[in-house]
């Protein structure tokens, strides 16, 4: 495809791999067409906020869902379609959208609803972007609904990154408090079902709500959403098989279709770099192993030392042993051997317990509760969700860390016999 120049030949270029890379950017939202697989999901947010389409109030949702599984898209996706059949029904509907994992607190919160009301409207008045509290932000807030809209849905994505839960109980209780009299449906995403208790402990009975859950993609969903955005690439470019191979690898891991789009991405970005022409599958590999210790860099980024540490030890515990699942009890003495390869005082078993919690919750392990019977009291099983061979290599990023011994001396010292009590100071 030819690009734009401006004439000079000098700018002239051919990107031989890409040939419409937006479709591959993460904020990229689809046509219609190309959205897959979700017919219900869209129907059943349809279902909760569409009574504002026929001047009816809506409920309010919370939409639960691992990282990638169209909850952004589907909510942005239903709450247009909704603002456009309001429309042709004469009632003015706004839809407003906040990522709370930017805007986290209240004030910031209230300052882009207020902001991005203005922008949809002629509202006259002056919202300061500082220098002025929460309350302001509400007043401007209301006066704009009650001057311009009938109904308005407030998408509050990243939820659970919000510091308190005052944005939801002032917008359900609007009305009820003659703030406003239009509509307000809110939909709320949270990348963690774990949040739902933290919610109920939050929210009085006025945020009353329906909660929706988004379950991963598997395989061939996958491959669909690739195969749409194929085009993305110059004709031919794409091996045969790396698609398939794209989605079996998305799929197998949280079936997370950004990840899947973003590895396809940078698979291209790789073939480009090093001159090649197609995209082979090994291109995917490569892409897909950096995409993932990536991500669990970023997970546990905010992480103390000992939570990293911790995550060592099960993954170190899992290469050097026969099974996939560790106790406490274990993954704290491989700990403590590892405390010692880097001269870092342990904390308690209990500590290093809670940190391990604190890994389930990011996502990076799965802990599970097993009854050892009625004598035996019950124990938690923790193994990784991602291959240990990444979490060693994100671990060892962190340059405290660095000295800790790599996969392959680790792999060195797993005896094929199964032996799982490796002195693991031989090898500092
Ligand atoms: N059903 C789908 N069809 C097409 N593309 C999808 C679908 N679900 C997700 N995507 C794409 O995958 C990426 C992640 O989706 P997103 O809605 O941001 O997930 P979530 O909010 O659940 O983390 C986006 O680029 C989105 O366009
Ligand atoms: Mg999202």
Not at 81 to 103: H, T
Not at 208 to 218: I, N, Q, S, T
Not at 300 to 319: N, R
Request: aromatic content about 6%; some cysteine.
């Amino acid at each position: 495809m030819a690009e734009q120049t401006g004439g000079d030949p000098l700018f002239e270029s051919h990107d031989p791999i890409f040939d419409r890379k937006e479709l591959l950017h993460v904020g990229h939202v689809p046509d219609e067409d190309r959205i897959v697989g979700r017919d219900d999901e869209i129907q059943s947010v349809a279902a909760e906020v569409g009574a504002i389409t026929r001047g009816d109030p809506p409920n309010n949702v919370m939409i639960y869902g691992k990282t990638g599984t169209g909850k952004s898209l589907i909510s942005r996706h239903v709450a247009t379609r909704a603002q456009d059949a309001a429309q042709g029904n004469d009632i003015d509907c706004g839809v407003l959208y906040v990522d709370c994992s930017e805007a986290n607190t209240e004030t910031r919160t209230t300052r882009q609803l207020a902001l991005s009301l203005k922008e949809q409207t002629e509202y006259q008045q002056n919202i300061p972007l500082r220098g002025v509290g929460t309350m302001e932000y509400y007043q401007h807030i209301w006066s704009i609904l009650g001057d311009c809209f009938d109904a308005v849905i407030v998408i509050l994505d990243e939820i659970d990154k919000l510091d308190n839960s005052n944005v939801l109980m002032q917008l359900s209780r609007a009305r009820e408090a003659r703030k406003t009299d239009a509509y307000i449906g809110v939909i709320g995403i949270s990348n963690k079902v774990q949040y739902r208790e933290t919610l109920d402990e939050r929210i009085d009975s006025s945020f009353g709500h329906r909660e929706l859950f988004f379950h991963p993609y598997d395989a061939s969903q996958l491959r669909e959403i690739m195969r749409n955005r194929e085009d993305a690439f110059q004709p031919a470019v794409l091996e045969d098989g790396t698609i398939e191979l794209c989605a079996a690898l998305a799929a197998k891991k949280h079936g997370d279709a950004r990840k899947a789009i973003e590895i396809l991405k940078e698979a291209g970005e790789l073939a480009r770099r090093i001159g090649s022409e197609t995209v082979s599958e090994d291109h995917i590999q490569q892409a897909q192993e950096v995409a993932e210790i990536n991500r669990i860099e970023e997970l546990t980024s905010g992480a103390t030392v000992h939570a990293k540490l911790a995550l060592y030890a099960l993954a170190s515990c899992i290469i050097t042993g026969e099974r996939e699942t560790y106790k406490t009890r274990e993954v704290y003495e491989r700990y403590v051997g590892i405390c010692e390869l880097v001269a870092t005082d342990p904390i308690t078993e209990n500590g290093l317990y809670r940190q391990l919690k604190e890994q389930a919750f990011l996502g990076v392990i799965e802990s599970e509760k097993t009854g050892g019977g009625r004598s035996q009291g019950s124990y938690l099983l923790h193994r990784l969700v991602t291959d240990p061979k990444h979490i060693v290599k994100a671990v060892r990023r962190d340059t405290s860390l660095e000295e800790l011994p790599t996969y392959d001396r680790l792999r060195e010292t797993s005896p094929s016999t199964g032996n799982r009590d490796i002195d693991l100071t031989s090898f500092s």
